[in-house]
């Protein structure tokens, strides 16, 4: 892989129509092919995020989504991490999985959300994932030509310990296809994606639906590209929208040369810390 990364992020808007959202998403990776080879789209982009819908929506894997994914990959010749779908296993168990395609069209990538977004704000928010989801079990290093990458889903990326988990199996890049609302968004959004790529000295890679005003769930929007020093290199507003930026590996080699804190790293302190905090 090159080392600058063109990136495009496909916030699309999502609706009820599953034929109509993989027809968007589909016009979004054509036009953002011609000038980025690393797509990304959203979590849950082909159906509403209503878990007393996503059922409805769930298809296996390969299935319709992910082979029009392939597909599109192969004829565009990217790298596409196709955001999230709703996964259904030949057990019946659903999960909220995304895929990553090589432009060869082979699939490299296969993240289950690791944890469920359960919550509940009195005159905010009550949204209960766990009602139609599956946690999935499993971190996947993704590498393609020298890049390695990890997939989190949305409410992952609240858990430090994977993108650390990430950072120190050599991940350079964390995707997060994201949905956060209108309580979590404002609050958390940006300092999140901030944190983890400055904490990790990587860069991170928040793609959100676009806000539909019409939709129960209201996607927060405002995708973005931070880097290692925790800088945003774009962000989007709330509308649909393909946000472009270049990302620089060299940058990363720098900042983890010039400010070397996972070298710093002590280990076997934290451990000692960890046994003595639970034995008093």
Same mark, same amino acid.
């Given at each position: 892989?090159?080392?600058?990364?063109?990136?495009?992020?496909? @916030?699309?808007?999502? +609706?009820?129509?599953?034929? #109509?959202?993989?027809?968007?998403?589909?016009?979004?990776?054509?036009?953002?092919?011609?000038?980025?080879?690393?797509?990304?789209?959203?979590?849950i982009?082909?159906?509403?995020?209503?878990?007393d819908?996503?059922? @409805?929506?769930?298809?296996?894997?390969?299935?319709?989504?992910?082979?029009?994914?392939?597909?599109?990959?192969?004829?565009q @010749?990217?790298?596409?991490?196709g955001?999230?779908?709703?996964? &259904?296993?030949?057990?019946?168990?659903?999960?909220?999985?995304?895929?990553?395609?090589?432009p +060869?069209?082979?699939? !490299?990538? /296969? /993240?289950?959300?690791? /944890?469920?977004?359960? &919550?509940?704000?009195?005159?905010?928010?009550?949204?209960?994932?766990?009602?139609?989801?599956?946690?999935?079990?499993?971190?996947?290093? %993704?590498?393609?030509?020298?890049?390695?990458? +990890?997939?989190? !889903?949305?409410?992952? !990326?609240?858990?430090?310990?994977?993108?650390r988990? #990430?950072?120190?199996?050599?991940?350079?890049?964390?995707?997060?296809?994201a949905?956060?609302?209108?309580?979590?968004?404002?609050? /958390?959004?940006?300092?999140?994606?901030?944190?983890?790529?400055?904490?990790?000295?990587?860069?991170?890679?928040?793609?959100?639906?676009?806000?539909?005003?019409?939709?129960?769930y209201?996607?927060?929007?405002?995708?973005? &590209?931070?880097?290692?020093?925790?800088?945003?290199?774009?962000?989007?507003? !709330?509308?649909?929208? %393909?946000?472009?930026?270049? &990302?620089?590996?060299?940058?990363?080699?720098?900042?983890?040369?010039?400010?070397?804190?996972?070298?710093?790293?002590?280990?076997?302190?934290?451990?000692?810390?960890?046994?003595?905090?639970?034995?008093?």
């Amino acid at each position: 892989m090159e080392q600058i990364l063109r990136t495009a992020i496909c @916030q699309m808007q999502v +609706s009820d129509d599953k034929a #109509a959202n993989l027809d968007k998403a589909t016009q979004m990776i054509k036009e953002a092919s011609q000038q980025a080879n690393l797509l990304v789209l959203p979590e849950i982009f082909n159906a509403p995020y209503q878990t007393d819908l996503l059922a @409805q929506y769930a298809e296996p894997i390969p299935g319709p989504t992910t082979n029009l994914l392939a597909a599109l990959a192969k004829e565009q @010749q990217i790298l596409l991490v196709g955001g999230s779908i709703a996964e &259904i296993d030949a057990d019946g168990k659903i999960y909220n999985s995304s895929c990553v395609f090589d432009p +060869s069209g082979k699939m !490299i990538g /296969h /993240h289950r959300k690791l /944890h469920l977004f359960d &919550i509940e704000i009195p005159g905010q928010i009550v949204f209960k994932e766990s009602a139609v989801f599956t946690p999935g079990e499993d971190l996947q290093m %993704i590498d393609y030509e020298g890049l390695s990458l +990890s997939v989190l !889903i949305c409410y992952d !990326i609240r858990f430090p310990e994977l993108a650390r988990q #990430a950072t120190l199996a050599g991940a350079q890049l964390i995707v997060v296809p994201a949905a956060f609302n209108l309580t979590t968004g404002p609050a /958390h959004w940006e300092l999140l994606m901030r944190s983890r790529a400055l904490d990790n000295q990587l860069f991170v890679i928040a793609a959100s639906p676009a806000r539909n005003q019409s939709a129960s769930y209201q996607a927060w929007g405002h995708s973005m &590209i931070v880097d290692p020093w925790g800088k945003i290199l774009v962000e989007g507003g !709330i509308q649909e929208e %393909i946000l472009y930026a270049e &990302i620089d590996l060299a940058q990363l080699r720098k900042v983890r040369r010039e400010l070397p804190l996972l070298q710093h790293r002590r280990p076997e302190l934290y451990q000692r810390l960890s046994e003595k905090e639970l034995k008093s």
